[in-house]
């Protein structure tokens, strides 16, 4: 289930992470306003650095929400006595890690306007933070309802061919 975990929770990091960089927040303020001492324009980050490094840093807070949201729908699951194919658990997992993911990502807007001092220009703390946490949401719940009807949810247990060869996906 981990590696099943760590992979959806990469793959949403960094999908969720360049909608942001590079659709949302683009739309929002032409460049990043900086307000903190010492911020020259020679030491700007390039837009595909500033993603890459938004991206990992975030990247071990999704894993773990991710984790913790399949460990309670699990158990949800097997107390309701739904199996982990059926439609009402994969809608379920998707809702779910949407809402936690959305939750997440108002303290990581938080922490990286205090770590790198950065501030987008023209646009109130309050409002990009809401943004973030609605392109989170929609963007985490997309993603993970494909993945989960592509390739089944985290917990499942593979299942394999006559032949031993992965079915719908699965590693």
């Known amino acids: 289930m981990l ?3 760590v992979a959806l929770g990469t793959v ?3 999908v969720v992470g360049w909608v942001l960089h590079y659709v949302y927040l683009p739309r929002r303020a032409e460049a ?3 307000h903190g001492a010492g911020h020259e324009a020679a030491h700007e980050l390039s837009p595909a650095l500033h993603f890459l490094r938004d991206s990992t840093l975030a ?3 999704t894993i773990t929400v991710l984790l913790l949201v399949s460990l309670g729908v699990r158990a949800l699951a097997v107390q309701a006595g739904s199996g982990p194919d059926t439609t009402r658990v994969k809608i379920s997992f998707a809702m779910l890690t949407a809402v936690a993911m959305a939750v997440a990502s ?3 807007v938080l922490a990286h306007s205090w770590l790198f001092d950065e501030q987008l220009a023209g646009v109130s703390l309050t409002s990009q933070l809401t943004g973030v946490v609605l392109v989170t949401l929609r963007y985490a719940f997309a993603l993970t309802l494909i993945a989960a009807v592509l ?3 985290p917990w499942r247990a593979p299942r394999s061919t006559a032949l031993g060869l992965p079915i ?4």
């Open 32 to 34: 990043p306003q900086h």
């Open 3 to 5: 590696r099943k975990v």
């Open 151 to 153: 390739f089944g949810v």
């Open 106 to 108: 108002g303290p990581e």
């Open 59 to 61: 990247l071990p807070v």
């Open 168 to 171: 719908h996906g699965e590693i």
């Open 12 to 14: 949403q990091n960094y």
